[in-house]
């Protein structure tokens, strides 16, 4: 190419490649995407984004030819001979070794952050590969997460990270942005200086705090930032409107520069209103996407749809909408608990839910599933077939025992499966992440529900965002010395400016508990 300041931008089409083109034009470079095999050959500098599953983006490299041209490139596991996501499925083989799924015995998760010197990086995979001495030229990076895996390689003009630079956030406003700079060193190869990649220590996992933002027009036709008491977002006045809490995009930008690890947006009438009628909501996250630079994960109404003209959307195409606007990760509530009690009842992974079809095109890294439980106290286990835990409360009637019920449609209707049964079975087919609200603690801000997360965390292997009730930092320290939730998630308290994030970092931070900074 000509000119210095372009990059070309291989998107084979899965997962959110929008941040990724943001964050390139933030650091000023233009973009060109290629569309035939010769545009990688003539390319300056590739970049090949290394989201979605391996299976569908070699398969578009393959019928395309793309996969004959490739030569430099960002997209790290492609680069290996096989991987075994949805597989055994043949890579582009320039590196020896094989990518596997992390050993869930070793404590799989799908979502980590690391560090890199004192500075964070956003992992997200649940697919890694491993050093060995076949690929040791290559390697650069390791991190340790049950075992050794490889973070980043480098050989010649050829650099793969894991990590997802774009989302590495850091405040954009200072000098030093992590995840942008690792961009930028590939991008200016005169500033990648002489220095030698480092082969770090093994380093601790870090805590997240994450923002949420419930989103839903309210009745004067205006998508606002609302939030509920126990589900209830509705005013306790006479005109009885929807709390408004504040602009999406507004907040967001600003929990990103309060130093927020992910802010989840949350369309809370999507399970009536179809998602992809509801334009604002994905021009809110193309905004968002703009400005900040953290995973971004939004859920309501990602299920299959047959609109008023009789036209048929399936949950993967409205999730598809979802990530090319700016999304790393969607969260499934509803249907998920339909997907659950299904395969409860039969014992069959269909692959038909929107749940395992959406993490089989985008990686189980990218499906987070939401749970609406509700507490209900029994006196004794035998009340009921599902699980009951021994409550650090009693009930309003001394019973010592409950169950969670999870519920679907924004928490109106209980169903008959409980939150232990769900995850387990959600995480069989495929989802990476669960979001755990609890609606008895929503909006009440006396702390997490530490019973509940137990009983989650300590069920799956996936991670568990704990949520619902924090409303002081010591809630956030009590949540991940007492369980083992990955991360936190509050709203309440960050809309209303109650406590800013900095000091939910800072505090976590006294408290010896590892956070990015
Ligand atoms: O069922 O796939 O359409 O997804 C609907 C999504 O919308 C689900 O993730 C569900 O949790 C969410 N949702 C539906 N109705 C409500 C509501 O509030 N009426 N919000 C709702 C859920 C819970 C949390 C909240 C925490 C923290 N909100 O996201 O932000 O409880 O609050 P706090 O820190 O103030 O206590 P589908």
């Not at 590739?46 to 393959?62: E, Q």
């Not at 286990?381 to 650090?392: A, E, S």
Request: glycine share 10%; charged share 25%; proline share 4%.
């Amino acid at each position: 190419s000509s000119s210095g300041s372009v990059v070309t931008l291989l998107d084979y089409g899965a997962g959110n490649v929008r941040s990724l083109r943001n964050a390139i034009r933030y650091l000023g470079f233009e973009i060109e995407d290629v569309r035939t095999p010769k545009d990688i050959l003539n390319a300056d500098r590739l970049i090949i984004p290394g989201v979605g599953a391996f299976a569908s983006a070699m398969d578009v490299l393959v019928k395309t030819g793309m996969d004959e041209a490739l030569c430099i490139c960002l997209g790290l596991q492609l680069l290996f001979e096989y991987s075994e996501e949805n597989g055994p499925v043949k890579g582009l083989g320039l590196i020896p070794g094989v990518v596997g799924r992390f050993n869930s015995s070793n404590g799989f998760r799908t979502e980590i952050l690391d560090e890199i010197g004192d500075r964070h990086v956003y992992f997200v995979h649940s697919y890694r590969a491993i050093p060995s001495d076949d690929n040791k030229e290559w390697v650069s990076s390791t991190c340790n997460y049950g075992d050794d895996f490889i973070a980043s390689i480098r050989k010649g003009n050829v650099h793969g990270v894991q990590f997802h630079p774009e989302k590495s956030g850091g405040k954009i406003f200072c000098a030093f942005n992590v995840g942008l700079s690792v961009l930028r060193r590939f991008l200016h190869p005169n500033s990648q200086g002489t220095k030698s990649p480092t082969q770090g220590e093994a380093s601790k996992l870090a805590k997240r705090v994450i923002a949420c933002l419930d989103v839903r027009t309210n009745d004067k036709g205006d998508l606002v930032v609302t939030k509920g008491d126990q589900y209830d977002v509705r005013e306790q006045t006479k005109e009885n409107e929807v709390r408004n809490l504040g602009k999406p995009v507004e907040l967001s930008g600003q929990y990103y520069k309060d130093g927020a690890d992910e802010v989840s947006f949350l369309n809370i009438t999507g399970f009536r209103d179809f998602p992809l009628g509801d334009l604002p909501m994905l021009q809110v996250f193309r905004h968002a996407s703009q400005n900040v630079f953290v995973p971004l994960t939004v859920g309501g109404g990602i299920r299959d749809f047959t609109d008023s003209n009789g036209r048929y959307y399936s949950s993967l195409e409205v999730a598809s909408e979802y990530f090319r606007s700016g999304a790393d990760k969607i969260s499934i509530g509803s249907d998920a608990v339909y997907a659950a009690e299904e395969y409860l009842k039969t014992k069959v992974k269909t692959g038909k839910s929107s749940l395992e079809q959406i993490s089989r095109v985008y990686g189980n890294q990218a499906v987070v599933v939401s749970i609406d439980p509700r507490r209900v106290y029994v006196k004794s286990p035998n009340d009921v077939k599902l699980k009951t835990i021994q409550v650090t409360k009693p009930g309003p009637n001394g019973e010592v025992y409950a169950w969670y019920q999870c519920t679907v449609n924004g928490g109106q209707e209980g169903r008959p499966i409980g939150a232990y049964e769900l995850a387990k079975a959600v995480e069989e087919l495929g989802a990476g992440e669960i979001l755990l609200n609890c609606i008895d603690c929503d909006g009440q801000g006396k702390g997490f529900d530490i019973d509940l997360i137990n009983l989650i965390s300590d069920a799956v292997s996936v991670p568990v965002i704990a949520s619902s009730g924090a409303g002081a930092v010591k809630h956030f320290s009590e949540v991940f010395t007492k369980t083992n939730a990955s991360a936190a998630l509050a709203a309440g308290i960050f809309h209303r400016k109650e406590v800013p994030i900095q000091s939910v970092k800072g505090h976590l931070l006294k408290e010896g508990i590892e956070v990015r900074i």
